[in-house]
């Protein structure tokens, strides 16, 4: 009897990309084989050119793979055109960056209303200032992000992040541009929100701390998952 | 050597890398508005330089309002000089029971004494040269006259009282070589013709010419021996100044061109000076890098002056072919405003042209680039020194100066230039001022709006700099073009509502004293009541207060016109209805008065003279002074006959006078006109409507230029757009991946740059339309004095022309955001 199992909401199999380069083609990642059950927390660890980075943009559907799929929230990504691809993102999955990727000519409350009218969800506006709010910056909400300092930057990105309600949150670095204590505070702010609203949260970095948080490690060398690592 | 070997390399690098298309394209776009122009002027110079000869057809002309007088004859005859006549004068011919005004010449038998006259059998055939002027009884007209009449080589024409059969079409003719505007096509005569017609009678309005030629010390002889004994309608005219009205016409043209042109070029150098900024910026992290491995300051500048360099001139070279062809554009629209045929352009403008295009460069271009001297080698350890912060405006004084100058030597005249600058700078900070607070404005209303028009407004108002400089680029444009093509049509339109409907539409001139009753009659009987019939009589203005009138001495063109050219005199009892007198006092009319004068207001205004001054005239040979006792407001716009200057009757009984009329007739009563030529040959008919027609022809051609010359600078609005995009593209292509990234579609990101760009351009259209108004409103007020109607077609056309056209182009340049993958997202560092 097999025990049962949640359904995988993140699924890759034989997944691989490669570059063309002078020298022949350049794999970056090769045989990826990964699955993220609903509501867990994964931390993708490795060296600087692992292919970390890449393996987040694919299992998102940011970028295409060269080989194998990938299964989001039970579609398979190779499946969708752009469009489609947009559209599962703007429903289903949350996103937070090293380097924020705030848009700098739109307010903080513009910028975390951006995916909502993205899902095109109805009462934008008060949304957006309620997570704004969660997140300790109803009072900056009408500041552009370039008279924001990094961490405050960072936490409306986490706003912006939750305020659809994704199923899935993908973080890339998000301390890698921000000092340890500031770092601090929003890695709590993300686990908090986190287990408040039940998301699935695959992110990738070198903070060992960070990842330690994470209920499951995962290590990339050269392009493969070298190491899986489980919290008891 | 070896420096112009890696500049050369560098070019092609940064070629191949897309760095320098818009630097390119704006170059191109400034060296071909300038080169079109001067291609064509240069032709028309061609034209008038090659034919100075033959323009006089003659060496020396005596040129009369008169016949001109024996003695002069007689002594060009002593000097062993040939010599010959030319009589011109307008009148109506008929073909049938078609009319139509001509220039009638009539030429003796050694006409033309130099150049060459050439005839075609038939309409299009080949040319023959003419050793001489048409033999009697036979006229040779020009091909215009015969396509307008619908007529043939061999058909028969009523010239005033006798029909002569037409046997040869008139295709050159060498002293009308380049009259500007060619109203009434030429038919030409022996003058031993002329008796035949009755055209001739005392007081008609002619041209008369006593040609001579011979060697040229007999004619420097003659000239010095009749310089004194000319009468006062009498005037000598060489080669040196013949058609002086042709040189100042040409010369306003070019000057008026060169300065359009010029618009074209300050625009583009806006969309230079930001493609060398962006240029310069990218280039910092090499320039770091080539100095960090030992490059002196000097060699990175002579590297990228060179590249500049080599930039500039093969952008100038393919400027200067594109101003090539476009040229051939304007001459066809030009062209046959002249008369002859134009020669090929010379190379000679593609220097200046190229030279404007390399200024243009320096001076708009050099600034950012001259600053990549500066950068910091420190740049490769640290991104965040070695660089600089945007330019300072002082910097772009060296632009400014440039523009200057070149728009000093575009006009060759200083004031006009100033003038032109001067305006130019005002309306730029006017457009600018009204641009901002349009941006400004936007800012605020994007809170009201959905996300993809809030994502374009908000982009608008963040690159406020950038976004007003695009405003004005794409603002001027749209708005010469606007004022060019709507005002005009309105200007038209309100000046033509200020004529009545049945003002009269035909004039008669040269009535002679014994016709003026059968006239009168006939035009009762046929039902077309004339406005009056009024005598005229010619005469020099020749001294006010004893002082003799000195033309040059007045500086305003048009009182340097009147001092010149002859007076209509004219008498009457009583003022007529549309004439208002306001100050002094007219005569009285039921008593005999003494000579006086009555002037109308302008002309006293003009030339300085007030009540009480005495005009001294000379009529037919003799002076008649009268004091000045009032003068009169005119109602110009009732097409009635009226004059400058008016005596009480019996003033000038003892000149030889005819009689000037006007009169309204329906178009569809030919028959009339045609009666009234058979049965008055003498008599002038002008015929308003047709003359008016071809007035608002050449406008519509000269406008039609002039909007030409602008495209170039709505292209280089287009450039600046281009090249502001160009500077933000790297920005577009991260903001389109963050939304797509966070789910965004397409289409969201398709609309919120539509959003951005229509907007952009609609500002353009409005701005536009809010000059081109003002413009409107001002040459109407001020210039024409009638007032001008504000055209909301102006504004809505100028708002949808903006939004479109710059909507279209801004989505065709930034497309390529639509395809920026997501994943760039993580690519980027911060």
Redesign the interface.
């Known amino acids: 009897m097999t025990q049962f199992q949640p359904m995988p909401i993140v699924q890759a199999e034989q997944l691989g990309k490669r570059v063309k380069s002078p020298d022949g083609d350049l794999i970056i990642l090769d045989s990826v084989e990964l699955s993220v059950a609903q509501g867990e927390s994964v931390a993708i660890v490795g060296a600087s050119g692992s292919g970390k980075?890449?393996l987040?943009?694919l299992l998102a559907g940011?970028?295409r793979p060269s080989e194998g799929r990938v299964q989001l929230c039970g579609v398979d990504l190779g499946s969708l055109d752009?469009?489609g691809l947009?559209?599962?993102?703007?429903?289903r999955?949350g996103?937070v960056?090293?380097?924020?990727?705030l848009?700098?000519?739109?307010t903080a409350l513009?910028n975390v209303?951006?995916?909502l009218?993205?899902?095109e969800r109805t009462d934008v506006a008060a949304t957006a200032s309620e997570v704004l709010g969660r997140v300790g910056l109803s009072k900056r909400a009408r500041h552009y992000p370039n008279q924001l300092s990094g961490g405050e930057q960072q936490r409306v990105a986490i706003a912006?992040a939750f305020a659809?309600g994704p199923e899935v949150l993908f973080a890339?670095e998000p301390t890698g541009?921000l000092d340890r204590r500031t770092g601090q505070t929003v890695i709590e702010l993300l686990f908090s929100l986190n287990q408040e609203r039940g998301t699935t949260l695959i992110l990738v970095t070198h903070d060992v701390g960070l990842a330690e948080l994470c209920s499951r490690r995962l290590e990339l060398e050269d392009g493969r998952l070298s190491l899986e690592s489980v919290d008891a | 050597m070896r420096d112009l070997k890696v500049a050369l390399r560098a070019l092609r690098r940064d070629w191949s890398g897309g760095e320098l298309g818009v630097l390119a394209l704006a170059l191109v776009v400034s060296v071909a508005s300038v080169a079109s122009v001067g291609f064509f002027t240069d032709r028309i110079q061609t034209v008038m330089d090659r034919q100075a000869a033959e323009l006089l057809a003659a060496d020396l002309v005596v040129l009369s309002s008169e016949p001109v007088g024996s003695a002069i004859r007689a002594r060009a005859e002593q000097a062993g000089l040939d010599t010959g006549d030319s009589w011109t004068f307008r009148s109506v011919v008929l073909a049938g029971d078609q009319t139509q005004l001509t220039e009638v010449k009539a030429v003796s038998g050694g006409y033309p004494l130099r150049g060459q006259l050439r005839t075609a059998p038939e309409l299009f055939a080949a040319e023959r040269i003419e050793p001489t002027g048409p033999p009697a009884g036979e006229v040779w007209v020009e091909s215009g006259l015969l396509q307008t009449l619908g007529i043939e080589v061999g058909a028969g024409l009523q010239v005033g009282a006798q029909a002569f059969p037409i046997t040869r079409v008139l295709t050159y003719e060498p002293d009308r070589g380049g009259e500007v505007f060619n109203i009434a096509p030429r038919v030409l005569m022996n003058l031993s013709d002329v008796p035949a017609t009755e055209l001739v009678q005392p007081g008609s309005r002619v041209r008369y010419r006593l040609m001579v030629a011979g060697e040229s010390d007999a004619v420097q002889a003659f000239r010095a021996s009749v310089d004194g004994v000319l009468s006062q309608s009498e005037q000598l005219q060489g080669l040196d100044d013949a058609r002086p009205e042709l040189r100042v016409a040409l010369d306003r043209a070019r000057q008026f061109l060169g300065l359009a042109a010029m618009v074209s070029v300050v625009v583009a150098g806006v969309a230079i000076a930001l493609a060398a900024r962006r240029f310069a910026r990218r280039h910092w992290d090499a320039v770091a890098i080539m100095r960090c491995f030992g490059a002196t300051q000097d060699r990175v500048m002579r590297l990228y002056l060179l590249e500049m360099l080599l930039l500039g001139l093969m952008a100038g070279l393919v400027g200067v072919v594109i101003g090539y062809v476009a040229q051939s554009v304007l001459a066809g629209v030009l062209g046959n405003l002249v008369q002859g045929s134009l020669p090929s352009p010379s190379m000679r403008p593609a220097l200046p042209a190229l030279v404007v295009g390399l200024l243009t460069l320096l001076g708009f271009g050099l600034p950012p680039i001259l600053r990549l001297r500066t950068v910091s080698p420190a740049r490769v350890l640290r991104k965040d020194v070695g660089g600089w912060r945007d330019g300072s405006v002082w910097l772009y004084l060296l632009a400014v100066g440039l523009v200057s100058a070149l728009m000093v030597w575009q006009a060759q005249d200083l004031k006009l230039a100033g003038i032109v600058l001067g305006g130019a700078a005002a309306t730029l900070v006017l457009l600018t001022a009204v641009a901002w607070l349009m941006v400004r404005l936007m800012r605020r209303l994007r809170g009201r709006v959905g996300i993809a028009w809030r994502f374009g407004l908000a982009n608008i108002a963040r690159r406020q700099g950038s976004s007003v400089v695009q405003v004005v680029a794409l603002g001027l444009g749209i708005m010469v073009l606007l004022a060019l093509g709507l005002v005009r049509s309105d200007l038209l339109a309100s000046w033509q509502n200020s004529v009545p409907e049945d003002a009269p539409n035909h004039f008669l001139i040269n009535i002679q004293p014994e016709e003026v009753e059968p006239l009168r009659v006939f035009l009762a009987e046929r039902g077309a009541p004339s406005e009056g019939l009024y005598p005229m009589i010619r005469g020099r203005l020749t001294t006010l207060d004893g002082v003799p009138v000195d033309p040059d001495s007045y500086d305003n063109p048009r009182a340097e016109r009147l001092a010149q050219r002859e007076w209509n005199l004219s008498w009457a009892a009583e003022p007529q209805s549309d004439n208002k007198v306001v100050d002094g006092s007219w005569w009285d009319a039921s008593a005999p008065a003494e000579p006086q004068i009555s002037l109308e207001t302008g002309i006293a205004e003009a030339l300085g003279i007030g009540l009480g001054d005495r005009m001294q005239f000379m009529i037919a040979g003799s002076p008649i002074e009268v004091p000045v006792t009032s003068l009169r407001t005119v109602n110009w716009d009732t097409f009635r006959p009226n004059f400058f200057a008016v005596l009480p009757p019996g003033s000038l009984d003892d000149f030889p006078a005819t009689w000037i009329t006007s009169f309204y007739l329906p178009k569809s009563e030919t028959a009339t006109l045609v009666d009234l030529v058979r049965n008055f040959p003498a008599v002038t008919v002008i015929d308003v409507d047709a003359v008016m027609a071809k007035v608002r022809e050449i406008i519509d051609r000269v406008v039609t230029a002039v909007e030409y010359v602008f495209v170039f600078t709505l292209v280089a609005g287009l450039v600046v757009l281009y090249a502001a995009v160009q500077a933000t593209r790297d920005e577009r292509l991260f903001e389109g991946a963050v939304l797509r990234t966070l789910g965004g579609r397409r289409k969201v990101v398709v609309r919120s740059l539509l959003a951005e760009f229509a907007t952009l351009g609609a500002l353009a259209g409005l701005l536009a339309a809010f000059g081109a108004s003002l413009l409107g409103y001002g040459l109407g007020e001020h210039l024409f004095g009638f007032g001008y109607r504000f055209d909301p077609l102006l504004w809505l056309l100028g708002t949808a022309l903006g939004a479109g056209g710059v909507g279209l182009a801004g989505w065709l340049v930034t497309r390529t955001v639509l395809d920026s993958p997501p994943a760039l997202v993580l690519r980027r560092e911060g």
Request: hydrophobic share 40%.
């Open positions: 980075s890449t987040l943009g940011l970028d752009e469009d947009a559209g599962l993102r703007a429903e999955v996103f960056f090293q380097s924020f990727q848009l700098p000519s739109l513009e209303m951006l995916p009218e993205m899902a912006r659809t890339d541009n």
